[in-house]
């Protein structure tokens, strides 16, 4: 006769529903679970800063442009002119002898500051004639004014001719030339560092 199944018999225990699961971050609304955040760096390795050129081109600074790196350096500034000189005797009386050869129908007159440049005078005063008729006419007209001013005359040349007259006055030496004998001898390229005085 079969023996009827023991009562007091349990069943074998089920594998717990509370199992132990794989750890796993809870998922999200969505019903996806939600990936494990990676490390920004490993530990113990610092956070790599900014580099310069990161930070040239970040915002809030303006990028900079090809010309900002090859901007020539600034040009410097210009010398200062030299100051007018001061009228003095001598200035006066070189223009009194460019007055003088005006009224004897001088041509280009040019009246040179050669003080500090040269022993011989202070000023000397160039002017053209068209030949040695009217040289001598312009030399004769100097003379008197300047010695209407109180000037002595210390030498002459050149009256005879030649195309060329010389008169010193000490301060003021003046040239009175004829086209060709200016143009060769070209007293004013050979002064060229002596200021201008404007003899208009």
């Given amino acids: 006769m079969p023996k009827a199944p023991n ?43 900014k580099s310069d050129r990161a930070q040239a081109f970040s915002p809030g600074r303006p990028r900079p442009t090809k010309s900002d790196h090859a901007r020539p350096a600034p040009a410097p500034p210009p010398a200062p002119a030299p100051p007018p000189s001061e009228p003095d005797d001598g200035q006066e009386r070189a223009l009194s002898a460019v007055h003088a050869g005006l009224d004897r129908k001088a041509e280009e007159p040019v009246v040179l500051d050669v003080r500090g440049l040269s022993g011989v005078a202070d000023y000397f005063v160039v002017m053209s004639a068209d030949n040695d008729r009217q040289a001598a006419a312009i030399a004769d007209a100097v ?31 003046v040239h009175v030339m004829g086209p060709e004998t200016r143009k060769f001898y070209d007293l004013e390229g050979l002064w060229a560092d002596a200021p201008r005085v404007p003899a208009g």
């Fill in 7 to 49: 009562k007091s018999r349990r069943p074998p225990k089920r594998a717990s529903a509370t199992r132990t699961k794989s750890a796993r971050p809870p998922p999200r609304k969505g019903g996806r679970p939600s990936k494990p955040k990676r490390e920004a760096s490993s530990p113990g390795r610092p956070r790599p800063a």
């Fill in 143 to 173: 003379d008197d004014r300047m010695e209407g001013l109180g000037a002595v005359r210390l030498g002459s040349e050149g009256r005879s001719g030649g195309g060329w007259v010389l008169l010193d006055y000490g301060s003021v030496v």
